[in-house]
């Protein structure tokens, strides 16, 4: 322990070595100090399990902070899609790059808290504490903890999430579906077809997200009540958001024009290169997204 406190690790920009943070540079060099201290006093069993606990205690650590690195390159931008995973997702589906960074951002969440699961009781364990003790801290995690007279349920959580991300991806393949055999079989307009697959996914999003917060064991008149509250303040701050959401809408539905199209807006003019919702992207003559 003396000596690892001592090693300089980390290599730093300009090439030189730097050491561990001081935090654990000193707990490395007390806890080798103190454990040589009780074996020369004569404390034999105190000073073996001191060094029984840093050594599986450390090695679950490590074991566990491998795991929260590995959850968060999958985390970052582009990191779920060059794992195998991602590219068997992104050879064999419809999902884009900006969908697999959302996925991997779910999966690195779920990594991070399967690691909590996993290593928080062994740790406990190692320490002292008896399983049913960890089981019973566990039960009532799991079935309900209240605070006042809210309860909050982990395994409501999990379930809603859970529900929520099938409801999801049944949607998006209920999507693709729909465009790639049906309407593209019954040859369709572009338009047409892109709008109804827009508003099959919203309202598939939408339903899942009910659904999920059903799951979840929250009350929905409660959230009602909360939404019917803030509506008042938020519609005088979104505005121009609401106002944009309704245009798409009504773009999608009237289609005065469709992907593909030429079309002038103001000073703006090119070709319709997408229709959402949100927004319609447009590519002007320079090559320009607007």
């Known amino acids: ?45 105190l000073a073996l399990f001191v060094s029984l606990q840093v050594v599986v205690t450390g090695t679950i650590l490590v074991t566990a902070y491998i795991g929260f690195l590995s959850a968060r390159a999958i985390s970052e931008e582009g990191g779920f899609a060059n794992t195998s995973i991602g590219r068997w997702l992104s050879t064999n589906s419809s999902y884009e790059e900006s969908a ?19 290593f928080l009781p062994l740790i406990l364990l190692m320490w002292g504490f008896q399983p049913g003790d960890i089981e019973a801290w566990g039960y009532k995690l799991a079935t309900g903890l209240t605070i006042g007279s809210v309860t909050i349920s982990v395994t ?3 379930t ?13 393949w209920f999507q693709g579906w729909l465009d790639g055999s049906v309407m593209a ?21 939408a339903l899942a997200a009910l659904v999920g917060v059903s799951a979840a064991g929250i009350d ?15 519609g005088f701050g979104l ?32 070709t319709v290169k997408k229709i959402s919702v949100r927004a319609t992207e447009i590519e002007t003559f ?3 997204s607007v």
Not at 100 to 118: E, K, P
Not at 160 to 172: A, N, P
Not at 220 to 234: E, F, K, P, R
Request: glycine share 12%.
């Open 1 to 45: 322990l003396i000596l690892m406190g001592l090693l300089k690790p980390f290599k730093a920009a300009d090439g030189s070595w730097r050491p561990w943070p001081a935090w654990l540079r000193y707990t490395a060099v007390a806890l080798g100090l103190f454990t040589i201290a009780t074996a020369l006093l004569g404390y034999i069993g």
């Open 100 to 118: 697999l960074d959302q996925l991997g951002l779910v999966v690195s969440v779920a990594i991070n808290l399967m690691i909590v699961l996993v």
């Open 156 to 158: 409501g959580i999990l």
């Open 160 to 172: 809603g999430i859970i529900v929520f991300i099938i409801g999801y991806f049944l949607t998006r």
């Open 185 to 205: 079989r019954g040859k369709v307009d572009t338009g047409v077809r892109n709008s109804i697959r827009l508003a099959v996914g919203y309202a598939g999003v």
């Open 220 to 234: 929905l008149s409660n959230l009602a009540l909360v939404a019917g509250a803030l509506s008042l303040g938020i």
């Open 239 to 270: 505005q121009n958001v609401v106002s944009n959401f309704v245009s798409g809408l009504i773009l999608l539905a009237e289609r005065p024009f469709k992907v593909g199209d030429w079309i002038v807006a103001g000073d703006i003019s090119g």
């Open 286 to 288: 320079q090559r320009q």
